[in-house]
C-alpha cells in the first residue's frame, strides 16, 4: 500500500490532476457551448440526451490518453532511479513491486477521470439536465474499465520495452481501440491469408470503443452489452497476469 501511495503522491505532484481539470473543462464547454448547429436524428446536438455518449466517449479516450501517459514511465523512472533496490532489501518481491506501481497508476488515472466526469456533470446542471447525474455517475465505472486497460497494458509493455516504444505501441493500442468498430468494417472485406491474420489482429485490440458505448448506453437508458464488459475486465487480468510475471534484468 505504500509503493501505491508513493506513485499516488508523485503523480499529484507532477500537476497531472491540474491538468486534468483544465482538460475537462475546454473539452465539455466546447461541446457544450459550440456545437448548437449540428444535429443527430433532428435533435440539436445540444441536447444532452443526444450529447452525452459523445461525451462520455470523448473524455473516455482523453483520460485513456493522461492514463498511457502516466503508466508510461513510471515502472523505468523506479529502477532508473534505483528505488527498486530498497524495495528489494525489504524482502518484496518483483511480481508485488510492479503490481504496486500500476495499482497506483489506476488510481491517478481513476481520480483523473472522476474530475473528468464531475466536470460533465457541473455542465448537465447548468444545461438544466440534473437528472443525468445518477447516470453519470455510474457511468465513471465504465471509464474506470477503459483506463484500467490502459493502464495495465502499459505498465506490462514498460517492463521489458523502451519507454519510446511503449508509448509508441500504446498510443496505437489506444487509437484503434477507441476506433475499433470502425476498423471491424473496414477489414470486413479483406480476403485469403493477409485479410484473416489482419481481421485476428484487430480482434486482440482492447474494445474501448464498446466500452464507451455501454456507458452512453446506460445514460440513454438503453440495453448494455455484458460481453463487452467481461472482455474488458478479461484483458485486464491478462494484462495483471503480465505484470507480475515479466521481470527487470536489473533486478
Not at 440534473?130 to 474506470?144: E, N, Q
Not at 470502425?182 to 489482419?198: D, E, H, N, Q
Not at 438503453?222 to 533486478?251: C, D, Q, S, T, Y
Request: glycine share 8%.
Amino acid at each position: 500500500m505504500e509503493i501505491v501511495l508513493n506513485v499516488i503522491r508523485e503523480k499529484i505532484r507532477k500537476k497531472m490532476l491540474y491538468i486534468t481539470t483544465a482538460l475537462g473543462i475546454i473539452v465539455v464547454a466546447v461541446f457544450s457551448t459550440d456545437m448548437g448547429s449540428l444535429t443527430v436524428g433532428g435533435k440539436s446536438i445540444t441536447d444532452y440526451h443526444v450529447l452525452l455518449p459523445i461525451l462520455i466517449s470523448v473524455l473516455n479516450f482523453l483520460n485513456g490518453a493522461i492514463a498511457l501517459a502516466i503508466s508510461c514511465s513510471t515502472i523505468p523512472l523506479e529502477y532508473e532511479r534505483r528505488t527498486s533496490h530498497l524495495i528489494w532489501s525489504r524482502g518484496i518481491s518483483q511480481s508485488r513491486y510492479h503490481m504496486c506501481l500500476a495499482a497506483g497508476n489506476i488510481v491517478v488515472s481513476w481520480i483523473s477521470g472522476i474530475i473528468l466526469y464531475a466536470t460533465l456533470g457541473v455542465f448537465a446542471v447548468v444545461n438544466g439536465y440534473s437528472g443525468v447525474l445518477g447516470r453519470i455517475a455510474v457511468a465513471t465505472l465504465f471509464m474506470m474499465l477503459y483506463s484500467a486497460c490502459v493502464c495495465m497494458l502499459t505498465s506490462a509493455l514498460s517492463i521489458r520495452i523502451p519507454t519510446l516504444f511503449t508509448g509508441t505501441i500504446m498510443v496505437i493500442i489506444l487509437v484503434f481501440g477507441a476506433f475499433r468498430n470502425s476498423l471491424k468494417l473496414l477489414t470486413a472485406t479483406f480476403t485469403g491469408i493477409g485479410g484473416t491474420l489482419i481481421k485476428r489482429a484487430v480482434m486482440l485490440v482492447p474494445d474501448l470503443a464498446g466500452i464507451s458505448t455501454q456507458a452512453g448506453n446506460l445514460v440513454q437508458e438503453k440495453p448494455i452489452n455484458v460481453h463487452v464488459i467481461i472482455m474488458g475486465l478479461f484483458m485486464i487480468w491478462i494484462a495483471g497476469l503480465l505484470v507480475m510475471i515479466l521481470r527487470r534484468e536489473e533486478a
